[in-house]
């Protein structure tokens, strides 16, 4: 069953948890969607998994488009969301609607996330207007990484709290669908939850949101950069790679691989024409 906004808003009353996975590309998004998960993020995240910056910020629209589209095209009931890169919203409200315009259009996205709380309300609200589902981004937002003086839980004294249950209502009130809600303390995530109607999707903020999200490569294993403490391998995908890998370079180099039943064939006769008129060729 293809996933919408409706039945994402659902799941929250149902108490059917959200599950959704970043992806970048048409094959991971293909297998992520035929194992059922709800949602496919195409995160900023790209920057650094895929592209190898340190930071999130250098990821451009053409990028976010690029790797969205590419996503859109590996999902069949996934409902997808594209984040919004550093700087194509935060500057102003038209930039924002503008942006998320380009990610729908070009990228075939179903939502877009943006970071950020009462600031970006009035972004939020043009582009609810403009008919375009918002997800929020609470907590750790990776995009203000040199505001936050680097990767560090959010709320955990009472006036950061405080603030963090503010803007969760300033974003659903602004008409976000639902909102992620990134290194929180467990409780405090469990606390917003229970405060606002719309989902929340937590990474690193326990198991009392209405959903979780993870990037794939950190669930997999591929990732050999830092490990945040939220992170559960599900399977050692990235040992399994480097050791076909290390096995494919083995066997090519031994002459193992390809074997016969990896290769063309061709009838003899025509080989021993072809054989016959080269050696003629030779001796004239
Ligand atoms: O970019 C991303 O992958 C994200 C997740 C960490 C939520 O925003």
Do not use: W
């Not at 053409?62 to 984040?83: K, L, P, S």
């Not at 998320?100 to 043009?126: D, T």
């Not at 008409?175 to 917003?192: D, H, N, Q, S």
């Not at 399994?240 to 066997?251: G, V, W």
């Amino acid at each position: 069953m293809k996933n919408t906004i409706i039945t994402i808003l659902e799941q929250k009353k149902k108490k059917d948890k959200i599950t959704m996975l970043t992806a970048y590309d048409y094959s991971m998004a293909k297998l992520m969607d035929e194992a059922g998960v709800n949602a496919i993020l195409v995160g900023d995240s790209l920057g650094m998994v895929m592209l190898g910056y340190e930071d999130t910020l250098s990821v451009t629209m053409e990028d976010m488009i690029h790797h969205t589209a590419a996503v859109e095209r590996g999902t069949a009931n996934a409902f997808v969301v594209a984040d919004m890169p550093f700087m194509s919203y935060q500057t102003s409200v038209y930039d924002a609607v503008y942006n998320a315009g380009r990610l729908m259009k070009e990228g075939h996205a179903n939502a877009v996330k943006l970071e950020g709380g009462a600031s970006v309300c009035p972004q939020i609200k043009a582009i609810v207007e403009a008919s375009i589902p918002v997800v929020g981004h609470l907590g750790l937002t990776p995009q203000s990484i040199n505001a936050l003086g680097g990767f560090i839980v959010q709320g955990k004294s009472e006036e950061e709290a405080e603030k963090l249950i503010e803007a969760a209502k300033a974003i659903e009130e602004a008409g976000a669908f639902a909102i992620v809600l990134e290194c929180v303390p467990a409780k405090l995530a469990a606390l917003i939850s229970e405060s606002i109607h719309i989902p929340t999707i937590g990474i690193g903020a326990g198991a009392g949101c209405d959903g979780q999200v993870l990037v794939y490569q950190d669930m997999l294993a591929m990732f050999s950069g830092f490990k945040p403490k939220f992170v559960k391998c599900f399977a050692d995908v990235g040992r399994m790679m480097k050791d076909a890998f290390k096995q494919y370079i083995e066997e090519t180099k031994a002459s193992i691989f390809p074997g016969e039943e990896h290769a063309y064939k061709m009838d003899d006769d025509v080989l021993e024409k072809l054989s016959r008129r080269m050696k003629e060729g030779e001796e004239a």
